[in-house]
Antibody, heavy 118, light 108 residues
C-alpha cells in the first residue's frame, strides 16, 4: 500500500522560498503523476501543480511564476519549491498521487503545516 | 478555470438519515471528470468517488455519485456516525483542477 509523507521546515520567513519533499513508500514513484495541494486553515483546497516521473510538470497558473517541482526517482521522492512567500501562503501542504486514468488524488500524505512569518 | 459551487454549506442530519450534497460547475465538466472527497478534522482528504460515479477502493456502497455536465450529486444513503465530516468535489476535466468550497455534514 503506497504511503506518502511530507517533510520540510514548518516556518518560513516572508520573501523566502518554501521547500518541501514528499517521500513515497510501499511502491515505486515511477510511471505516475504526483501533485501538491494546499489548504489554508479553515478554508478549501487549492491544487498547486503536478510532476511526472520523467520530470515534466504542470502548474496552476495562479502560482506558476513562483513554483518549481522536481523528482528524484532514486530516492522515491518529489519536491516543491515556492518562492517569494507571503502570509497568504500559510497553509497545510499535502502531496498526493494522481489517479491512474484521471487527475483525481489518491492517496494523500498526512499534510504538513507551513507558516510564513518573520 | 472552472468554479465549483457546493450546496448547502452545512447539512444537519441524524444518523440513519439520507444526505444529498450538490456540486454545480460554472461550465460543463468534460467526460464527467468529477471526484468527491471526505475530510475529517486534522486529516487529509480521502477519495470517495471518481468519474462522477465510480467508488474508490474500500468505500462503502452507501456512498454514491451521480450527475453530468454541470450538476453533480453525492448521496450517502444512511448516515453512519463516522460519516459526519466535510465533503469536497473536485473537477479534473480542465486544468487547473479545482475544488468546491466544501459541504459540512454535522450531527443534528
Amino acid at each position: 500500500q503506497v504511503q506518502l509523507q511530507e517533510s520540510g521546515p514548518g516556518l518560513v520567513k516572508p520573501s523566502e522560498t518554501l521547500s518541501l519533499t514528499c517521500t513515497v513508500s510501499g511502491g515505486s514513484i515511477s510511471s505516475y503523476y504526483w501533485s501538491w495541494i494546499r489548504q489554508p486553515a479553515g478554508k478549501g483546497l487549492e491544487w498547486i501543480g503536478r510532476i511526472y516521473t520523467s520530470g515534466s510538470t504542470n502548474y496552476n497558473p495562479s502560482l506558476k511564476s513562483r513554483v518549481t517541482m522536481s523528482v528524484d526517482t532514486s530516492k522515491n521522492q518529489f519536491s516543491l519549491k515556492l518562492s517569494s512567500v507571503t502570509a497568504a501562503d500559510t497553509a497545510v501542504y499535502y502531496c498526493a498521487r494522481d489517479g491512474v486514468s484521471g487527475n483525481w488524488f489518491d492517496p494523500w500524505g498526512q499534510g504538513t503545516l507551513v507558516t510564513v512569518s518573520s | 478555470e472552472i468554479v465549483l459551487t457546493q450546496s448547502p454549506g452545512t447539512l444537519s442530519l441524524s444518523p440513519g438519515e439520507r444526505a444529498t450534497l450538490s456540486c454545480r460547475a460554472s461550465q460543463s465538466v468534460s467526460s464527467s471528470y468529477l471526484a468527491w472527497y471526505q475530510q475529517k478534522p486534522g486529516q487529509a482528504p480521502r477519495l470517495l468517488i471518481y468519474g462522477a460515479s465510480s467508488r474508490a477502493t474500500g468505500i462503502p456502497d452507501r456512498f454514491s455519485g451521480s450527475g453530468s455536465g454541470t450538476d453533480f450529486t453525492l448521496t450517502i444513503s444512511r448516515l453512519e456516525p463516522e460519516d459526519f465530516a466535510v465533503y469536497y468535489c473536485q473537477q479534473y476535466g480542465s486544468s487547473p483542477e479545482t475544488f468546491g468550497q466544501g459541504t459540512k455534514v454535522e450531527i443534528k
